[in-house]
């Protein structure tokens, strides 16, 4: 190497005084620290100020917590897991050598393409005739929503959304820069310009509502006036328990437009909710140049979803679907039900909920002057019970005396006692 070379690569010699001198070592090593330190924080981009924690997600590390009962995140009970089916599906796909090799290969970015297919006949069910270019698989929902953001949002950009939402949706705009409006605005063409509607029509997170078909039709006749494309979140469709199924915005629009090559919505789900959440399969539909340019988005960001995963949740999904769906509506059911009674038994005066139809959700009003934080954190410490502020939910202006519960987690004896524990702390709160 020589002498110089040597110099110039170890950092404990370098830079040098006089020819070929080394400084004294601890010298060397406080100049090193300082060549390592970086300010990150000066480095970051703009949008990473708009990036925040979830009390969602800091509620789901205490759902190991068996002292704990939980209303927090809204997650699966993974006593409706198919672990069988799962175990077995697994074992075809590895058996087969040729399979397997597909399944440990890379794939392409638009998806593994039986499952598209499928996904385009059960899209046909559900009354949005479709065909595999008009299917993009991501990696759950929330990718979806990832990506529709990029595609569609530049900095500044407003993007309509309901006051509260989902907060997954604002976190993935935020990352675009993106400003908001409610989505009220669609139905004022004077209102100032935005992107795109974002709603959930079916059980709302964190609000547990439902639109009827009136009102997507509304909806659907407002954005055609501003000229506005809709998201529609379906993640929670399948979860209903009582009511007739709606026809989706996608399925509305397309109707009325010609197909869903002309219509302005694209929709995104999931099958996290009613299979298993872990693999981390979901899609969007729409027309299908937007969903080839959302496929490049993709394919810059992850290339695809896991070939092994889709493959599994294609051989899941097109045998068991419909059977996990009845089980697992049949254990939510019972669920909300549970939470609805203790809190009409234990409620004090002046608290209001909503009653859905299905889904994960249930909306709480506190009386004014309860702050849905303040009783949060104290419902944890003092009581062991974990709910969700909802203040979380909104994009701005929030309505501070207001809690989210989510029930699929907590059995029936235990969501009584923790609506219970709520009520006695609310009680005190109060101040009766």
Request: charge should be neutral; charged fraction near 20%.
């Amino acid at each position: 190497m020589g002498v110089q070379g040597f110099y110039r690569i170890n950092p404990l010699t370098f830079p040098l005084r006089g020819p070929f001198l080394p400084r004294k070592r601890e010298e060397a090593k406080q100049l090193v620290r300082g060549f390592l330190m970086i300010d990150w924080q000066a480095l970051y981009a703009s949008r990473v100020s708009r990036i925040q924690s979830s009390d969602v997600r800091e509620q789901a590390r205490l759902m190991g917590q068996g002292d704990v009962i939980s209303f927090g995140g809204g997650i699966p009970d993974p006593a409706v897991f198919p672990h069988a089916e799962v175990a077995e599906a697994a074992q075809r796909i590895l058996a087969d050598r040729a399979t397997a090799g597909i399944a440990l290969q890379y794939s392409e970015s638009g998806g593994y393409r039986p499952l598209r297919l499928w996904l385009a006949g059960y899209m046909v069910m559900l009354g949005v005739p479709c065909g595999p270019d008009n299917i993009l698989i991501t990696s759950g929902s929330q990718q979806g929503l990832d990506l529709i953001g990029r595609l569609l949002l530049s900095p500044g950009d407003r993007a309509l959304v309901e006051a509260p939402t989902y907060i997954g949706a604002l976190r993935a705009f935020d990352a675009c820069e993106a400003s908001y409006g409610p989505i009220a605005e669609l139905g004022d063409p004077a209102a100032p310009p935005a992107k795109f509607g974002y709603l959930m029509p079916d059980f709302q997170n964190p609000m547990g509502t439902c639109l009827t078909r009136e009102e997507r039709l509304t909806v659907l006749d407002h954005a055609a006036v501003r000229g506005l494309p809709l998201v529609e979140d379906s993640a929670y469709e399948k979860l209903r328990y009582e009511g007739k199924p709606v026809p989706s915005l996608l399925a509305l629009d397309a109707e009325r437009s010609g197909g869903i090559d002309n219509s302005r919505v694209l929709y995104t789900s999931t099958f996290s909710k009613v299979i298993v959440p872990s693999l981390r399969v979901g899609w969007v539909v729409g027309a299908a140049p937007v969903i080839h340019k959302l496929m490049l988005l993709k394919q810059a960001c992850d290339l695809h979803t896991s070939t092994f995963n889709q493959m599994l949740m294609f051989d899941l999904a097109s045998r068991i679907l419909e059977t996990r769906i009845g089980v697992v509506n049949d254990l939510y059911h019972r669920r909300r039900d549970a939470v609805l009674t203790a809190l009409a038994a234990h409620m004090p005066d002046g608290v209001t909920w909503t009653r859905p139809q299905g889904g994960m959700y249930i909306w709480v009003e506190l009386p004014k002057g309860i702050d849905g934080t303040e009783l949060a954190h104290r419902a944890l410490v003092e009581e062991k019970v974990a709910v969700v502020s909802g203040k979380s939910f909104y994009p701005k202006d929030p309505e501070p005396n207001t809690i989210r519960l989510a029930f699929p987690q907590t059995g029936e004896d235990r969501a009584e006692e923790g609506i219970r524990r709520l009520a006695g702390l609310l009680r005190r709160m109060i101040g009766n």
